[in-house]
């Protein structure tokens, strides 16, 4: 078998030796980027997703960089099953020090008929499994001296964003549950932060992000090349789209000894996009 590459990150190697993270939806897009650094770190990584076809290739991808991953499927929208997968992880790896909310879903559909299964279905993805996994990781944490939760908000919820209410109230609860939380189990030492990322082009949040025809909305994530470029040089402050990297890099800070005076914190991770008037 050939050496794996050494991975390269800004973070020293090591920083999160003998750590556990449960990363959920951590097979792709985001996640994957986010599952991907904490491995390299030195943490085991238990990645959670609804699909399988995700949890085998994002395990092969990260057991070839050497790192340690496990994989799990869940819906985080069902709390028994959450509950089961933590308790699971606390018997076989005997700790859960960073659990990382980051499953999602998402699309655009306009309110007036915006079905209630639709509702349902967006608001118990983002809002009711970041409170299953922390409810059922407090224990866990609380028993062990400590933990670090770090949630996925989005920064759409701070003006009116047409044809998103179901994503954009989802997360504005994650906003108020993160505040909540962390300082209600401050006393366990558990931080509890969110990130909120800009637009990052994966696969997944292209497809979220398509826009129904004649939608008045800006079109972020325009669908041809020429216009994704142009974005990129004119329509975000920093002059680009955002990576996956950029959330992983907030997400190891936070869960490094470099995060041990910050709970509750909402950490807006966009080139300076949400401030920056956008026209259509
Ligand atoms: N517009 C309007 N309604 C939509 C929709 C859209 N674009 N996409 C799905 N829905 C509705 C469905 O019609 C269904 O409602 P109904 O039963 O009244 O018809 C409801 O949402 C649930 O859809 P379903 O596909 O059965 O649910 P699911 O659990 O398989 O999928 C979603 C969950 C809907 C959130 C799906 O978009 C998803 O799995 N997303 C994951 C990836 C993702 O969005 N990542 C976010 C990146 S930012």
Redesign the pocket.
């Known amino acids: 078998m050939s050496t794996p590459p050494a991975p390269t990150s800004i973070f020293r190697a090591g920083l999160l030796e003998g750590q556990v993270a449960l990363v959920t939806?951590g097979g792709t897009?985001?996640g994957l980027g986010i599952s991907t650094l904490l491995a390299d770190l030195g943490a085991h990584v238990v990645i959670a997703s609804?699909k399988p076809p995700h949890l085998e290739a994002a395990e092969a991808a990260i057991r070839a960089r050497g790192g340690a991953v496990s994989t799990v499927a869940l819906?985080v929208?069902q709390p028994e099953a959450v509950q089961a997968v933590v308790n699971g992880i606390a018997d076989r790896l005997g700790r859960l020090d960073v659990l990382v909310n980051n499953?999602?879903?998402?699309?655009?559909?306009?309110s007036a008929?915006?079905?209630?299964?639709?509702?349902?279905?967006?608001l118990e993805?983002d809002l009711y499994g970041t409170f299953y996994c922390s409810q059922a990781a407090y224990p866990v944490m609380a028993r062990q001296g400590g933990g670090r939760i770090i949630n996925t908000s989005?920064t759409l919820h701070y003006r009116g964003w047409p044809l998103m209410a179901h994503?954009t109230a989802a997360k504005a609860g994650v906003d108020a549950l993160t505040r909540t939380l962390a300082v209600e189990w401050a006393p366990q030492r558990i931080r509890v932060n969110a990130i909120a990322p800009g637009p990052i082009p994966?696969e997944?949040?292209r497809?979220?992000?398509?826009l129904?025809p004649d939608s008045g909305v800006p079109d972020i994530f325009a669908a041809t090349e020429a216009r994704m470029a142009e974005y990129a040089r004119t329509g975000n402050p920093l002059g680009r789209w955002g990576t996956p990297e950029d959330i992983a890099n907030m997400v190891a800070f936070l869960a490094s000894p470099a995060g041990d005076w910050i709970t509750g914190a909402i950490f807006v991770v966009d080139g300076g996009d949400w401030l920056a008037k956008r026209e259509g």
């Open positions: 939806g897009g985001i609804r819906d929208r499953a999602a879903g998402n699309f655009y559909a306009p008929t915006l079905s209630p299964n639709a509702w349902k279905s967006v993805i989005m994503a994966t997944g949040v497809k979220a992000f398509a129904p």
